[in-house]
C-alpha cells in the first residue's frame, strides 16, 4: 500500500535587523546575496511543497529581486511579533496556525552551506521515525568529543589523572540550528520546534555553519570558497 505524499512546507524566517551583523541576511555572500544561497537550495529540494518567509523586510527582499511564486509565499511578520526580543517560537507559531502542512521543515538565512542532499537525508530519516513510532520531531546537531571543563577548572566529561583518546571519550551532541523538522501536532504539544520525542540528525561539519558574529561570517566565506573550488575540480 502506497502512501500519499505529505505536504511539506518550509519555514524560512527573515528579518531586516540583524545585531551582531548588520543586514547580513541580504549582504553579498560569495556573489549572490546570503539568504539566496539557503532559499535556492530549499528550492532544489523536489519533496518541498512551499517556502514561506515570514518577514519584516518585503521591501528589501523586492529590491534583491526575490518576488512570489507558487512555491515562494511571503507573509508580513506582524508587528507584535518582530523585533530582536521576541521569541523565534511564536514567529513559528504564526506560519503553523496560517499555512497548512503534514510537515514543517524550518531554517534560517545564516546556514548558507547546507545542501539539499543532506535536507532530504534529514527528511528521509525523520518519516522513518515517525512511521515507526519513535520520532515527533527532528534537529540537527554536531558531535563532539572533546574534554570539557568548568569555569572553575574541574574537568566535565573525563577524568584528568586517567587520560584516554579523545575519540573514546562519550560523544555529546551539540544543537547546531541548522535544520528543524515539525508537525503541528507536537508543535501544539511543546509551542516549540522541538516536540516530546524528538530525533537528532548529524549533517556535515562544513554544512552546519551558522552565522551570527563577524568571525562566523569570516570563517563561513572561507569555507564556501573551499566548496566552490572542490566543486570546480569535479566539474573539470
Not at 25 to 34: A, E, I, M, S, V
Not at 140 to 156: E, L, M, N
Not at 157 to 165: E, F, G, K, S, V
Amino acid at each position: 500500500m502506497t502512501h500519499p505524499k505529505p505536504r511539506i512546507v518550509a519555514l524560512l524566517p527573515m528579518k531586516a535587523n540583524s545585531e551582531r551583523v548588520k543586514g547580513k541576511n541580504f549582504r553579498d555572500f560569495c556573489g549572490k546575496p546570503l539568504f539566496r544561497w539557503v532559499l535556492d537550495t530549499l528550492l532544489e529540494v523536489q519533496e518541498i511543497d512551499q517556502v514561506v518567509i515570514n518577514t519584516d523586510a518585503r521591501h528589501i527582499l523586492a529590491e534583491k529581486g526575490l518576488v512570489e511564486t507558487d512555491r515562494i509565499v511571503i507573509r508580513d511578520r506582524k508587528r507584535e511579533i518582530c523585533g530582536d526580543a521576541v521569541s523565534m517560537n511564536l514567529v513559528l507559531a504564526d506560519d503553523v496556525a496560517n499555512v497548512p502542512a503534514d510537515l514543517y521543515l524550518m531554517t534560517h538565512t545564516t546556514n548558507p552551506l547546507m545542501s539539499a542532499a543532506t535536507i532530504r537525508g534529514a527528511i528521509a530519516a525523520f518519516l522513518g521515525g515517525q512511521a515507526a513510532d519513535t520520532a515527533d520531531s527532528l534537529f540537527t546537531v554536531g558531535k563532539v568529543q572533546t574534554r570539557f571543563y568548568r569555569a572553575d577548572c574541574s574537568p566535565v566529561n573525563h577524568d584528568p589523572d586517567n587520560l584516554i583518546p579523545t575519540q573514546n571519550l562519550e560523544p555529546w551532541f551539540e544543537e547546531n540550528s541548522n535544520l528543524y523538522i515539525f508537525t503541528a501536532s507536537s508543535f501544539g504539544k511543546t509551542k516549540a520546534r522541538i516536540g516530546k520525542q524528538p530525533m537528532m540528525f548529524e549533517g556535515p561539519f562544513f554544512e552546519s555553519i551558522d552565522i551570527d558574529t563577524p568571525a562566523d561570517w569570516d570563517f563561513a566565506v572561507v569555507a564556501a570558497r573551499y566548496l566552490q573550488e572542490q566543486q570546480k575540480e569535479k566539474t573539470a
